[in-house]
């Protein structure tokens, strides 16, 4: 028998963090994969889904060899061709369309970092000439990563310190089943002795463990930070001499914060006065702390990103930032190459950038933005800074959809989707169905099947995490300052059994096919790894990737505190900026805010309910694994959790199947009757298909069913004025439940 082997892999398996993982392999199969305890980036003893890998790995509803559509669009009908057939048309369709429309007319669209290397399709679009990549980025992390390029001039990271720091908190943030590294070093602060403390609408597992659970209202998180600044500025509990030295804008501050006061603060969170004076009392009272911000505040549009700032403000108020035991300001490893100087961002000219669609409305995380945070970025940090395009200059996805329907403000006619399946991951499927169908060349490149590559013109088998080397997100953008690469476990070909592709060959190939050779200089991802980490490589003596990966493994660099005092930041006025200049050259308010959503009467009498949607849920990570007996056996169908006292009124039971209605759909999930938040809301689960369903049209694997954004709407005049975010949570969400 021969005999097994061990491979260091980055797992890709939640939200592109890349933890390590040891993957023992004999004769070309997975055998297991366990965690990797050396790894610096890792899950702890809290995921479950590694434990799934192998499972995950040999299931036949892997996408195996490239398929070309057959028959009419959703039949399901398809022909296998080889790969160099499928670039070759793909390629020569994408010109085709170039030359008719534009290169604006392309589009991509993107998921949570599945492919592994983001910054190859950025590369590829602005080698091809096309501003227009949309992903679900806008409203999952990248409002909260510019935010703090404009605020602090850098990522913030964690420095947990026992003994230093003493409060942990976690703001709409449920890591307990949603953030496995997170949770790992939340229960490491509760046994270190730090307090914690957990703002959220539910009672959930972070609520029941921490010193103090806040039950917001949702969506008010801007309103409660103010109300806290206005409490801790009035008492002075505020950290002066930081204030004073290292912050701008703090008298404008003050006297925004004083419009805020208990007592109005209360009304409009739900909390009384004497919560929300408690609260900034204890948060000021425990300092330095760290603070994981979860996506609730960048899914309540119309507060998203004023909501961030606001929270983000908050710290730099109590000086938790910039100092031993609070959150650090970060950038990218010494010695490594980010994202960004892969993107070749500067071959896409001006001319095009101003083509980006929803970038005049939206301009925080389009490019005029981005252009701003760019520029102080790259003063601060040199050329290696971290922010990365790929992330954060995104088209506006409801504007773009609305483009392939009806040409305005100019036609969208090719979407490239690129481990990403918009048909669960956007708001208001039946139009962005409709937009998919309207495509003149539909491609999706995915490592299983989905709802939208039953509905593309062409299918290709993506390379999953173990099939390819690979390091986390964060830290390829340049987020973090460790560099921790995997190696790939298993091939990504095997003759007469499959043939994939990781995303960095499949966008090469495809730019090579348009012209684009001399721009892709590196044949294979293994070399491209070697150049971007050749510096670190060379420090411990290794000559190739594997060694790097046998011998060194990983590189990290703790941030030092002190970076306002010792070089300024990279900020327009070199401090943390309290009151930002950058929102002001876009025309926005410069200051947090909070802004009370306009909802007419009648919405809410006819849809009287809140909900709560796209809760996070183990071991799925979004629309991920369904597929996989051994991961849908752990939670087998969708949930709908609903008070008690409202399902009672409702006539409605435990485990009944129950509708969920608004304006613009219906779809049903399985009651779980719960007290574990206000009766006034629901909390539906997001993302939900069912692979044992049939795939072709019009059910395309149960889509329609139980999917919660059926439900809920794009229209660009509810999205965040700033960001383009679209609401899943917050004041907006109204809708209205019925026993099924």
């Known amino acids: 028998m021969a005999e097994t082997e061990l491979k260091y892999a980055s797992c890709y398996f939640c939200t592109s963090k890349g933890c390590g993982m040891k993957v023992y392999v004999r004769e070309g199969r997975v055998q297991r994969v366990a965690v990797d305890t050396q790894a610096p980036v890792g899950p702890g003893g809290f995921?479950?889904?590694?434990?799934?890998a192998r499972d995950y790995q040999h299931h036949p509803f892997r996408l195996n060899f490239p398929l070309k559509r057959s028959g009419p669009r959703g039949t399901h009908r398809w022909e296998q061709i080889s790969w160099e057939q499928a670039l070759d048309e793909i390629a020569e369709k994408l010109g085709s369309i170039r030359n008719r429309y534009g290169a604006e007319a392309v589009a991509t669209s993107s998921g949570t970092g599945r492919g592994g290397a983001e910054f190859a399709k950025t590369r590829f679009m602005n080698l091809f000439g096309s501003p227009n990549r949309i992903g679900v980025i806008t409203i999952c992390y990248a409002p909260r990563a510019m935010v703090w390029f404009a605020t602090f001039g850098g990522h913030l990271v964690p420095d947990r310190k026992p003994g230093k720091t003493r409060l942990i908190v976690h703001w709409g943030r449920n890591a307990h089943e949603g953030g496995p590294s997170s949770w790992n070093s939340f229960q490491k602060a509760k046994q270190a002795g730090m307090k914690t403390l957990v703002i959220d609408p539910r009672f959930i597992e972070p609520s029941r463990q921490a010193d103090r659970w806040v039950q917001i209202r949702p969506g008010t998180d801007a309103a409660l930070a103010l109300g806290m600044m206005h409490v801790i500025i009035e008492e002075e509990l505020y950290n002066r001499e930081f204030v004073e030295t290292c912050t701008s804008g703090f008298s404008a501050l003050r006297e925004r914060a004083a419009a805020y006061p208990p007592q109005k603060v209360a009304g409009i969170t739900g909390l009384t006065p004497d919560a929300v004076l408690e609260t900034a009392r204890f948060y000021?009272?425990?300092?330095?702390?760290?603070m994981v911000i979860g996506v609730a505040t960048e899914h309540s549009a119309p507060n998203s990103i004023q909501a961030i700032r606001a929270i983000n403000v908050l710290r730099a108020v109590v000086g938790a930032v910039d100092v031993a035991g609070g959150d650090l300001i970060s950038g990218p490893c010494p010695g490594f190459i980010p994202d960004v100087c892969m993107e070749a961002n500067e071959m896409l000219p001006a001319s095009q950038r101003r083509k980006q669609l929803g970038s005049d409305r939206f301009r925080f995380l389009g490019y005029p933005g981005w252009e701003l945070i760019e520029r102080q970025m790259r003063k601060g940090w040199g050329e290696r800074h971290s922010a990365a395009v790929n992330l954060h200059s995104a088209a506006h996805a409801p504007t773009v959809f609305r483009a392939m329907l009806t040409g305005k403000p100019y036609p969208v006619k090719a979407l490239l989707v690129s481990c990403s399946n918009p048909l669960l991951s956007y708001a208001n499927t039946q139009l962005v169905y409709q937009a998919l169908m309207a495509a003149e060349l539909l491609v999706t490149f995915d490592i299983t099947w989905t709802p939208t590559a039953v509905v593309s013109d062409y299918v290709l088998p993506a390379a999953c995490w173990m099939e390819r080397p690979d390091m986390g997100n964060f830290a390829s953008v340049g987020g973090y300052p460790v560099v921790q690469v995997g190696e790939a476990a298993v091939a990504d070909r095997v003759p007469g059994e499959y043939d994939r592709r990781n995303d960095y060959v499949f966008w090469r190939e495809l730019g090579v096919r348009l012209g684009q050779a001399e721009h892709w200089p590196w044949k294979t991802f293994e070399s491209l790894w070697e150049y971007r980490i050749k510096e670190i490589m060379e420090e411990g003596g290794s000559s190739?990737?594997?060694?790097?990966?046998?011998?060194?493994?990983?590189?990290?660099v703790a941030p030092e505190p002190g970076r306002c005092l010792s070089s300024g930041l990279a900020t327009p006025s070199g401090k943390v900026e309290l009151y930002s200049g950058i929102l002001k050259d876009l025309d926005y308010d410069p200051l947090p805010g909070?802004?009370?959503?306009?909802?007419?009467?009648?919405?809410?009498?006819?849809?009287?309910?809140?909900?709560?949607?796209?809760?996070?849920?183990?071991?799925?990570?979004?629309?991920?694994f369904r597929h996989v007996e051994a991961f849908r056996k752990r939670h087998p169908e969708p949930i709908v959790e609903i008070h008690f006292d409202t399902a009672r009124k409702k006539g409605i039971t435990d485990g009944d199947w129950v509708f969920i209605e608004t304006p613009i759909g219906k779809i049903k999930q399985k009651a779980r009757l719960s007290n574990a938040f206000d009766p006034r809301y629901i909390v539906s689960q997001h993302a939900w298909w069912f692979p044992e369903k049939p795939a072709e049209a019009p059910s395309l694997f149960g889509l329609w069913e139980s999917n919660i954004n059926v439900t809920t709407d794009d229209d660009p005049d509810r999205c965040d004025p700033l960001s383009g975010a679209w609401p899943y949570k917050g004041q907006t969400m109204r809708c209205r439940i019925r026993k099924a």
């Open 47 to 52: 995921c479950v889904r590694p434990t799934l």
């Open 284 to 290: 000021a009272a425990h300092q330095p702390s760290n």
């Open 544 to 556: 190739t990737l594997s060694d790097f990966v046998h011998h060194q493994r990983f590189k990290v």
């Open 594 to 624: 909070y802004t009370e959503p306009e909802i007419p009467e009648e919405i809410r009498k006819k849809y009287p309910l809140i909900n709560i949607s796209g809760v996070r849920v183990m071991p799925y990570h979004h629309s991920e």
